[in-house]
């Protein structure tokens, strides 16, 4: 019998080893086994097991594997078939993305379940006779049913050593046992129940539970999304299934997971970025075990070893976090929706801006569609308003508020409701200019600095380096340096001057480097404690404030005009999530959406929420540019500190590939961010109607011209990151 292994040395193939005698009743694909490579013992997965009797394998002798770690399997058949499917998709190494499917908290050598000392109560007569101390103890471990140790003694005001003595006594019984380290074990957890749906809801269900193909639940904000997947989780529990529930990691919070805790309780297992490794380690395992029948995660959850996995949620399917930017990229909601096919599965991508890449989906027939048009409990729909800065004409040019806004944050200052304000931008002001064009901009990237008020610096957003602000100009000696751009840190000072006595609090990258800072600032917002909350993107997304009744968008051409082909996508997205978190409760919402460009398309979808008329108006577009979702879009990414290199490489690349058949290769050109952190940047896209073709093409290029060492060079198949 012979083992093909997959070692994480990340050399992309499979090693073969012999299998001695005496584990080959034992041995099975996705166990993690121990192998002698080289000269030293490693760590290595069980891929492929036949039957056979070569003793070599390409005139090498096979070594024996050493021993089985872990005779539960880490993989199912189902998961190794979807790793080696990601593996080819992606053009990763099979290793890379075995160890993207295991958390490295399971896989540590000295991972192990936590082990304490737990007290019960005989449950045999015992002879020996006991202090009326003692036999009050004893009484009061029957009555608490036993407890851990240390608990116990807290409990009882006693010791160890008391315990033990009763122990050895016959009168209680001491053993070691796992005890779970409980992600969730500090959150008061209510149980809740299910709530009777409406109409749509009820529709959106029953087609969830029905549809063979993906579903895409396209709902708006507050429409009651949520409590249709967890009446689809408790419908397939009912019939001894699992589930899976992906969430972007900025929308994991306490909020989001207890209300899956609080309908399915100890059923749930989180997976995410916050656990220690002890808790990750658990969890993992209670899932493995069938525990845990429900997990709750960002992208990696799509791996996780769920029991008779029978519906995968991908909520807010179009967020981006769920493409990983590091090897193997693959995207998380596609990951699913491959695994519902492999194990047959339901799955469900929950989304109110829903990517167009599963719009086209459900327009070609390949996914079902289930809408909610209307919010399920109280709260209506905002009104919203478009605001054109350019009126007032050229002495109101790059003002930071218009009148209208100015004044609808002053009712609700005397009304004592609530205000959000979005900027994309931190910092002070977007660039220092000098009056002779100079832009003081950070000599190891290509980005212009960003002037901190506060700590009175240029900051680079790229490399996050920073440099004192100079007198003069470097090019013309002039003093008149002048700041460009408005970021928050500047809106927040005008906002202070023009209301005096608001409370005002500001959440970006730079106010929230602190850990728990995000949250402090949040909950101070909620406590009412402030009447102003001025943000970054970071302020978008999920959270509800119910005393919030007016949002203002501050500046919404800057996402328009990034170097990126899903630019309108990503505005539409955004506007549409700012706009959702006015007027959540009973108070009507209203937001303004100041532009230069109030004719925008775009714009004027999002203000309308119509996102049937902004995913038409722009297929047509993507279509007329075979841009994704039509073609498969990758970029072959170069970096390198030597630009010579890294612009004479990618020149070479792109002229080699457009050789080939059925690809459409763009010029080689340096990324919107040419220069990072010292690393020159270029791309170049490739494009076609099937990604085989594409990973054929780099595989091919590859091999044929390896890169030098001075030169990285790595694909990124449907890429999100375009800079
Ligand atoms: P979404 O996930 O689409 O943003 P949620 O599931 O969070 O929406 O629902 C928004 C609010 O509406 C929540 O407070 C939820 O409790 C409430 N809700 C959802 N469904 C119903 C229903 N059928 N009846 C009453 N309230 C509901
Ligand atoms: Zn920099
Ligand atoms: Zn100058």
Redesign the pocket.
């Known amino acids: 019998m012979i083992v093909k292994v997959a070692i994480d040395l990340s050399l992309d193939r499979l090693f073969t080893y012999e299998v001695p005698g005496e584990l080959q009743g034992k041995l099975a694909v996705g166990q993690l086994l121990c192998v002698p490579f080289s000269s030293r013992q490693v760590n290595a997965f069980a891929m492929e097991i036949s039957a056979g009797d070569e003793a070599s394998v390409e005139g090498r002798r096979l070594r024996p594997i050493g021993k089985i770690i872990d005779e539960k399997p880490f993989f199912t058949p189902a998961l190794l078939k979807l790793v080696g499917q990601i593996a080819a998709y992606t053009a990763s190494p099979i290793e890379s993305v075995l160890r993207a499917a295991v958390p490295a908290a399971v896989l540590k050598p000295n991972a192990k379940a936590r082990e304490l000392l737990f007290v019960e109560p005989s449950r045999e007569p015992f002879a020996a006779a006991l202090t009326s101390r003692q036999r009050w103890i004893c009484e009061q471990v029957v009555r608490l049913g036993g407890g851990w140790m240390r608990q116990l003694c807290r409990e009882l005001g006693t010791t160890p050593s008391t315990l033990r003595a009763l122990g050895q006594k016959g009168a209680l019984v001491i053993t070691v046992q796992a005890r779970r380290r409980d992600p969730l074990c500090a959150a008061k957890i209510r149980p809740s129940r299910p709530l009777e749906l409406n109409a749509e809801q009820r529709a959106a269900l029953d087609t969830v539970l029905a549809s063979e193909l993906p579903v895409l639940l396209h709902g708006v904000t507050g429409s009651g999304k949520t409590e249709v997947y967890l009446q689809a989780i408790a419908a397939v529990l009912e019939n001894g299934g699992g589930a899976i529930v992906m969430v972007p990691e900025i929308a994991l919070t306490p909020q989001t997971v207890q209300r899956f805790a609080s309908r399915f309780g100890d059923q749930v297992a989180v997976l995410h970025s916050a656990l220690s490794d002890g808790e990750r380690y658990d969890e993992w395992h209670r899932i493995r075990s069938g525990q845990a029948r429900v997990v709750v995660g960002p992208r990696s959850a799509v791996f996780a070893p769920v029991r008779n996995l029978a519906l995968i949620v991908v909520d807010e399917e179009h967020e981006t976090s769920y493409k990983q930017e590091d090897a193997p990229r693959y995207h998380a909601r596609d990951v699913a929706v491959m695994r519902g096919r492999i194990e047959h599965a339901r799955v469900v991508l929950g989304s109110a801006t829903p990517s167009l890449e599963t719009w086209l989906n459900v327009r070609k027939g390949k996914y079902t569609l289930a809408t909610i048009a209307r919010r399920a409990g109280a709260g209506r729909l905002p009104s919203v308003a478009i605001v054109d800065m350019a009126e007032g004409g050229e002495e109101r040019r790059g003002a930071i508020f218009s009148p209208r806004l100015l004044e609808a944050i002053a009712l609700r200052l005397d009304r004592g409701e609530q205000t959000i304000l979005f900027l994309n931008r931190r910092g002070y002001s977007r660039s220092v200019v000098?009056?002779?064009?100079?832009v003081m901009t950070c000599p190891d990237c290509s980005a212009p600095y960003t002037y901190h008020r506060a700590d009175n610096c240029l900051r680079c957003h790229i490399c996050g380096g920073w440099r004192t602000v100079p007198r003069e100009?470097?090019?013309?000696?002039?003093s008149?340096l002048s700041y460009r751009g408005i970021g928050t840190q500047r809106a927040e000072a005008a906002l202070a001057k023009c209301f005096p006595h608001a409370r005002i609090l500001r959440m970006d990258a730079d106010s929230t480097s602190r850990k728990q800072s995000h949250d402090d600032i949040l909950g101070a917002f909620r406590r009412g404690e402030a009447q102003i909350l001025l943000g970054t993107q970071m302020i978008a997304k999920g959270l509800d404030f119910p005393n919030v009744t007016l949002v203002g968008v501050l500046n919404a051409d800057s996402s328009l005009n990034m170097p990126d082909i899903r630019a309108a996508e990503r505005t539409y997205q955004l506007l549409s999530q700012v706009a959702g978190r006015a007027g959540r409760a009973e108070l009507p919402g209203e937001v303004f959406i100041q532009t230069y460009d109030p004719s925008s398309p775009v714009i004027v979808a999002a203000a309308r929420g119509d996102f049937v008329a902004f995913a038409e108006e722009e297929l047509k577009i993507r279509r007329e540019l075979d841009f994704p979702p039509y073609l498969r879009m990758a970029l072959v990414n170069l970096r390198s500190k030597n630009a010579k290199l890294v612009s004479e490489w990618s020149e070479m690349y792109a002229k080699s590939l457009k050789q080939v058949k059925g690809l459409i290769v763009g010029d080689a050109i340096p990324s919107a961010i040419e220069k990072a952190d010292g690393w020159y940047r270029w791309q170049i896209m490739l494009r076609s109607p099937s990604s085989a073709v594409i990973v054929r093409a780099w595989r091919w290029i590859i091999a044929v011209r390896p890169a030098p060492r001075e030169l990285r060079v790595f694909l990124d198949v449907d890429a999100y990151n375009m800079v």
């Open positions: 000098c009056e002779c064009g100079y100009c470097p090019e013309c000696k002039s008149t």
